[in-house]
């Protein structure tokens, strides 16, 4: 098993410690029309991603991963923004196999953060 799907495994979909920062400096109200906003931004950042991971084009997905990596950062994705930076290092490098492998991973991982918030949401 690769090192980083060990590490991907251990890591939480979601980092409370600053999902409770970010509703302290911004309120319980705002932070979750953020949260909302960033449901959204992700599935359609996702269906992209997806978009370009069935057409090969290596150099969007690379670009999609950034911008997903980035969002999922400020948010406290912790596994996505992990995966995201994984898979658009193997998107640059063109590694088709691993590209395949984290693709899957990282699917899972959206999908499951996505769940896990709209909870939240109460969607």
């Known amino acids: 098993m690769s090192d980083w799907l060990r590490l991907q495994a251990r890591l939480p979909l979601l980092d ?8 302290r400096e911004l ?8 949260l909302a906003l960033f449901v ?20 969007a997905m690379a670009r999609h991963c950034h911008s997903l990596k ?5 948010y406290g994705a912790l596994r996505c923004q992990f995966l995201g930076e994984k898979l658009e290092l193997s998107c640059r490098e063109r590694n088709e196999a691993r590209v395949a492998e984290q693709m899957g991973a990282w699917r899972q991982a959206l999908e499951a953060t996505l769940d896990e918030l709209a909870a939240r949401l109460g969607d």
């Open 40 to 59: 959204e931004d992700a599935r359609e950042q996702g269906r992209a991603l997806e978009q370009a991971f069935e057409a090969r084009d290596h150099g």
């Open 27 to 34: 309120g319980a109200k705002t932070l979750l029309r953020l």
């Open 70 to 74: 980035s969002a999922c950062g400020s």
């Open 16 to 23: 409370e410690h600053q999902l409770g920062r970010l509703e």
